[in-house]
Structure formats: structure tokens, C-alpha cells
């Protein structure tokens, strides 16, 4: 097995575990952190895949920008742990629920292996990445810094309404 694939099981299985562990959680800061996981496995397939901006924007966005937002209103807003309730009165949709994700899993294994996969050269990519950093960087820089201020200010305003609202109840 040569390098590549064996990154590609390793991305792989970082994306699916945690997607599965999701699923199972009980407490919402614990799922919060194993999407965290999950979104790091999907950058890793994009830059393995050749797509690095993607990757980076990624991590920088989903991972640097939204999860932390995410976890931030998870432990500004509530004062207790956040339990997910299971079981209760569920009426045979846990049942439901696994009849329709095999059935979709089978679909797609279906159509996976009847695929006629051709393999194609490996080929030199140009160097996109390069303009779009220079850009940001360069002439977008103060519109970007901007933005990261902007997104600071809404979530120390969000924090700030919701323990106002906490504390008069």
C-alpha cells in the first residue's frame, strides 16, 4: 500500500468515527467537539485530494471561524450541560431511521461498484492558491480584518444578550 492511500484511510476513518460518535453523544459540547474532529478529517481529504485552498479555507472557516462561534454559544448560553434526551417515547423511529440508512447505504455501495472507474494520469495543477493569497493579503486585507471584527463584536453582543436574559429569569 503506498502513502497516499494509506492517508486516505487514515482522513477517512477521522471523518467517519467522529461522525458516528455524533450520532451516539448525549452531551451537545461533546458533539461540538467531535464535529470539530469530523471537519478536520474532511480538510485533510481536500488537501490529500490536491484542493488546498479548500482545505485551508477549511480549517480556517468551519474549524478556526464556525466551531468556535458554535462552541462559544454552547457554554455562554447554558449554565448546565446540555443532555440530549433518547429513548423517550421515540415511537420506532430509531427502527425507521436504521431501515433508511441501509437502504441508503446499499444504494450507494450499488451504484459505487457498478461504476465503470477509469484511472486518470496524474497531472501538474497550477498554482491557484498563490493570486488568491497575495489578494487577501494585499488589497483585501483591511475588508478581511474588518470582517474578523465585525464577527467578534456580533458574538461578544450575543454572549452579552444571553446572559442578560439568563440572569433575569
Known amino acids: 500500500m503506498d502513502w497516499p492511500t494509506i ?8 471523518t467517519l468515527i467522529p461522525a458516528l460518535m455524533i450520532v451516539l453523544s448525549k452531551d451537545i459540547v461533546r458533539l461540538a467537539f467531535w464535529l470539530l ?16 485552498f ?10 478556526g471561524g464556525i466551531m468556535v462561534l458554535i462552541l462559544f454559544g454552547i457554554m455562554m448560553t447554558n449554565r448546565d450541560a446540555v443532555l440530549m434526551r433518547r429513548g423517550e417515547n421515540t415511537g420506532g423511529t430509531t427502527v425507521v431511521g436504521l431501515l433508511i440508512a441501509s437502504v441508503s447505504a446499499l444504494g450507494l455501495l450499488k451504484v459505487i461498484s457498478d461504476t465503470k472507474w477509469k484511472e486518470v494520469p496524474p497531472v501538474d495543477m497550477p498554482a491557484t492558491t498563490s493570486p488568491i493569497g497575495e489578494a487577501l493579503l494585499t488589497d483585501y486585507v483591511l475588508p478581511f480584518e474588518l470582517v474578523s471584527i465585525l464577527l467578534l463584536v456580533v458574538l461578544c453582543g450575543a454572549a452579552y444578550i444571553a446572559r442578560r436574559r439568563a440572569e433575569e429569569n
Open 37 to 52: 474532529a469530523s471537519l478536520s478529517g474532511i480538510a485533510g481529504l481536500y488537501v490529500l485530494l490536491g484542493a488546498d
Open 7 to 14: 492517508m486516505w484511510w487514515v482522513f477517512a476513518a477521522v
Open 54 to 63: 479548500l482545505g485551508f479555507a477549511q480549517i480556517l472557516v468551519y474549524i
